[in-house]
């Protein structure tokens, strides 16, 4: 890599050993650097640091990386790891926008800021929502009690949720499922749920029509499940979940309540 100095965060130098005040990745131990802050949940700091690997000549996180001596790298950070540097930092910086939250007003009590924490939609966004929802199933033959399941066990209707691995949004699109599927802004409802709806239906028409083997495949993956096997406990209950909020909409349950 070159060596030009450019500024580093303090956070950024955290993240690896280097001598006091290092303004050049080539004092740093950079592949430990990119391995911390891609499994970070600090999209700022992933973004900040494909910044540097991009000052540096790189093209992707990948090449980075430290061997990894046998150890088993997770499927979403290998995801990321072969992504366009200019992908990651977009992705970056968009899950450090939807996780930011303004500090309270010392006037607020404790009680209304845990309450102000929670996330949780005003009923005319969930209507909204619920709308998007309708209209973009029936766009692509889906069953809307079905997305709805699916957003309810994926986000439970929290558009700017960001997981630790990185899956973003109402019905959480890894970086590059949503790159794949041209979601732009994958915190935009509307975006996200006819992304979302469209890999559903993609998945539907994979395993033909086998609605417990696609949403297995959303969850772990669609080639790991044609490889068959046990499933992991996180899909198996993922499935429970899924079935349980399916059928209590169908009921007549409604995502306002």
Do not use: C
Not at 62 to 87: D, E, H, K, M
Not at 95 to 107: D, L, M, N, S, Y
Not at 108 to 130: F, H, K, L, V, Y
């Amino acid at each position: 890599m070159k060596t030009s100095p450019i500024p580093l965060s303090p956070q950024a130098l955290s993240l690896a050993p280097s001598p006091q005040g290092a303004a050049k990745p080539s004092q740093l131990d950079f592949g430990p650097m990119v391995s911390r802050a891609m499994q970070s949940s600090n999209g700022a700091l992933l973004a900040e640091v494909a910044k540097i690997a991009m000052l540096q000549g790189a093209s992707r996180l990948g090449g980075l990386l430290p061997a990894s001596n046998g150890q088993f790298i997770p499927p979403a950070l290998a995801r990321v790891a072969s992504l366009p540097l200019p992908a990651v930092t977009a992705m970056g910086s968009q899950a450090a926008a939807a996780t930011a939250t303004p500090a309270q007003p010392p006037q607020i009590s404790a009680s209304a800021t845990a309450t102000a924490a929670t996330s949780t939609p005003a009923p005319s966004q969930r209507q909204d929502i619920d709308g998007l929802i309708s209209s973009t199933a029936g766009r692509h033959g889906v069953d809307p009690d079905l997305v709805r399941a699916v957003i309810t066990a994926e986000s439970d209707f929290d558009s700017k949720s960001v997981s630790s691995a990185g899956a973003m949004g109402l019905m959480q699109l890894m970086p590059g499922t949503a790159q794949d599927l041209g979601v732009r802004n994958p915190f935009d409802p509307a975006q996200n749920i006819d992304g979302g709806t469209r890999y559903l239906a993609q998945l539907l028409r994979r395993f033909d029509g086998d609605e417990k083997k696609a949403l297995a495949a959303y969850n772990w993956g669609p080639g790991n499940v044609e490889r068959g096997g046990k499933l992991p406990e996180e899909t198996r209950n993922y499935l429970q979940k899924v079935s349980r909020y399916k059928k209590l909409y169908a009921s007549g349950y409604s995502t306002l309540a």
